[in-house]
């Protein structure tokens, strides 16, 4: 499955973006649906789960009450809906697929190139 994620840009802090991760090839159906950021000089961190089958999401602790994760009911689509947008979440968002449900990106098969968020204080 290739994945391409689109929605980055920059905003003021306080804001919202959504981003999405489209697939082809395959669509989202019976995978696990990540997103992974790396801020500048920092290794990179989970930011948000879905898992492969059911509606159990995860999120890091840095954004669970603000980020949500969802997918589309035609499997083709996974979002993260990002608001009250922080400086500090200034990264380029990666979403990965995989078989397992997980925060550990090494559990992750296929990923997208990422998209920059740019959160201006």
């Known amino acids: 499955v290739q994945l391409q994620a689109s929605g980055g840009g920059l905003v003021q802090a306080g804001g919202s973006l959504r981003l999405s991760c489209a697939a082809s090839?395959?669509?989202?159906?019976?995978?696990?649906v990540g997103w992974f950021r790396q801020a500048p000089g920092k290794e990179r961190e989970f930011v948000a789960a879905?898992?492969?089958?059911?509606?159990?999401?995860d999120y890091a602790d840095s954004v669970s009450a603000r980020f949500t994760i969802s997918r589309d009911t035609n499997g083709n689509s996974v979002h993260l809906q990002m608001n009250s947008l922080k400086p500090e979440d200034t990264a380029v968002y990666y979403c990965?697929?995989?078989?397992?449900?997980?925060?550990?990106?090494?559990?992750?098969?296929?990923w997208g190139h990422g998209t920059l968020v740019t959160v201006s204080s």
């Open positions: 990965a697929a995989g078989n397992y449900y997980s925060r550990n990106e090494y559990r992750y098969n296929y």
């Open positions: 090839g395959r669509t989202f159906a019976g995978y696990a």
């Open positions: 879905f898992a492969r089958t059911g509606s159990r999401t």
